[in-house]
Each structure stands twice: as C-alpha cells, then as structure tokens.
T-cell receptor
Framework: AQRVTQPEKLLSVFKGAPVELKCNYS??????LFWYVQYSRQRLQLLLR??SRESIKGFTADLNKGETSFHLKKPFAQEEDSAMYYC????????????FGQGTRLTINP | EPEVTQTPSHQVTQMGQEVILRCVPI?????FYWYRQILGQKVEFLVS????????KSEIFDDQFSVERPDGSNFTLKIRSTKLEDSAMYFC????????????FGPGTRLTVL
C-alpha cells in the first residue's frame, strides 16, 4: 500500500532557527517524492521534488531509501516560510495519482 | 504564467442534488486529476483522466461521481446525488507528462452539502 506519514501536524520555530519537517513513506518500488506548499489563501504549489535535487527558497530534501524518509530542511527559517506543507508520493509506473501526507502547519515566530 | 482555474469557488447545495464542478486545466497539459480534502483531513485522490478516459480512480469515486472533458478546455466533476459527507474542498490539477511530472493545482471549490 502507498502511504505518506507526516508525524507533526503543527511545528513552530523562531525566525533564524533551523527547520525540519518530517516525512516517511511506504511504497513497494521506486517512488517519486514531492513537497507541496500552501501559503495562506493561495493554492497548493510544488516546492520541490527529489528527482530535481535542487534547493528552492532555501529548502532541501533528501530521499533516504533505507529509512523511507524524505524530510524537508531549511537551515534558517524566515517568517514568509509560514505555511502548510504536504509531502506527497507518486509511483513511477502504473499509479496515476499523488498520495499525500496529512500536512504540517509551519509557523515561524518573529 | 498559466494557471489551473476552477469555478465556482464555493458551492452550496441540498442533499440529493446534482452538482457540477468545473475546471480549466493548463492548455497544453494532457493529464487531469480531481482530489478532495475534507476539513481537517488529508488531500485524497479521486480520479485521473488521460486521452479522454479515466486512467485511475479511487474507492471514493463510486457510481455517483463522473468526469468529463466536454470540449478542448473544460474538465468537469459531476456528483449525481450529493450526500452530507461529500462536503469538502475539491481540487483540480493537471500535468504535462503524467503523475510523476509536476501537478499544477487549481484554487479549489468548496462544496457544502446541507
């Protein structure tokens, strides 16, 4: 079964502090992993995907197949990072869908 | 930058009524999706659509749901006889090259069933 788990519903950190949003997945095969973000009153939008191996807005995420994790990290949080973050998985073959985690609401305190 | 659009932004209906939610995907995209999010719960996949047919559907997408691409631009989700538990935010998405490609989401339609 395909499953994405984000253990933290809420995460609050101070501006300038490091941020790590956790994501674990279950998938029998090689998945494609994504982080989507939803800022207040905006639509869901892609933040980054593991295959791109790029840093977006200072965020990075490394796929750890041994731990089946895809944690999102940023060394220095900024107030504009406050948003809802969703980890999602897609199968490379066959499955025609994104499977989402429940989301983590990140609040950056000034 | 092209965006996925959805109408209406909010739909209120009585239980048992039919509703049609409309989406205009990004024009050169080939894959279309509907997801829903019940308040406080995760975003759930409903259906994917490619080459004028359903390519995958979830167990949520039962006989009361249907999708259609009536012309070259619109992609609709119809719920034939709404139930209270259909109240949710419904998101349309599209992608150029399949589900492992980036999916672009619309702003959503909030459906309230009374």
């Amino acid at each position: 079964a395909q499953r994405v788990t984000q253990p933290e519903k809420l995460l609050s950190v101070f501006k300038g502090a490091p941020v790590e949003l956790k994501c674990n997945y279950s998938y029998s095969g090689s998945p494609e992993l994504f982080w989507y973000v939803q800022y207040s009153r905006q639509r869901l939008q892609l933040l980054l995907r593991h295959i791109s191996r790029e840093s977006i807005k200072g965020f990075t995420a490394d796929l750890n197949k041994g731990e089946t994790s895809f944690h999102l990290k940023k060394p220095f949080a900024q107030e504009e990072d406050s948003a809802m973050y969703y980890c999602a998985l897609s199968g490379r073959q066959g499955a025609q869908k994104l499977v989402f985690g429940q989301g983590t609401r990140l609040t950056i305190n000034p | 930058e092209p965006e996925v659009t959805q109408t209406p932004s909010h739909q209120v209906t009585q239980m048992g009524q039919e509703v049609i939610l409309r989406c205009v995907p990004i024009s050169n995209h080939l894959y279309f999706y509907w997801y829903r999010q019940i308040l406080g719960q995760k975003v759930e996949f409903l259906v994917s659509f490619y080459n004028n047919e359903i390519s995958e559907k979830s167990e949520i997408f039962d006989d009361q749901f249907s999708v259609e691409r009536p012309d070259g631009s619109n992609f609709t989700l119809k719920i034939r006889s709404t139930k209270l538990e259909d109240s949710a935010m419904y998101f349309c998405a599209s992608s150029l090259a399949g589900p492992t490609d980036t999916q672009y989401f619309g702003p959503g339609t909030r459906l309230t069933v009374l």
